[in-house]
């Protein structure tokens, strides 16, 4: 069995905005470009990420004004990220232990990309699955 890595995972460039963009900004990127996830950069660095639950929870849920809230306000930060040579399966379990959808991929601070849960096929799906169901027959023993 072929063992993928984060970087194997990485279908497209991450988008990204400073952290000064507003929501408005981000979720107009997010539908352009079919994407559930924005990286806040700044300085070349990843600050936060911003996401579809942050714009429910955080702007939506609060009544916040889309078009006059920054993402520094409201990111998710600092998020967990991941290296190139991270297993697959170890940042799917990273994902799901978190609640996470998407996950940065990060080198020495520099933001590679990001990987989200529909990246994975089944042959990570399946290795999760079964680590849990060992994990589950063994706490009943």
Do not use: C
Not at 30 to 41: P, R, T, Y
Not at 80 to 85: A, I, L, M, Y
Not at 116 to 130: C, K, T
């Amino acid at each position: 069995m072929v063992r993928r890595t984060a970087e194997d995972l990485i279908a497209r460039q991450a988008i990204h905005l400073p952290g000064n963009a507003t929501v408005l900004e981000a979720a107009y990127l997010m539908a352009e470009h079919k994407i559930g996830a924005i990286m806040v950069v700044e300085e070349g660095r990843l600050r936060g990420i911003f996401t579809e639950r942050d714009a429910l929870f955080r702007v939506i849920a609060e009544a916040r004004d889309p078009a006059m809230t920054p993402l520094s306000g409201v990111m998710t930060a600092p998020p967990k990220t991941v290296t190139p040579g991270t297993r697959a399966v170890e940042a799917l379990l990273i994902m799901r232990d978190n609640g996470f959808r998407h996950l940065p991929v990060v080198e020495s601070g520099e933001v590679l990309g990001i990987i989200s849960l529909r990246d994975f096929v089944g042959a990570e799906l399946q290795e999760v699955e079964d680590q849990l169901q060992y994990a589950q027959q063994t706490a009943a023993v």
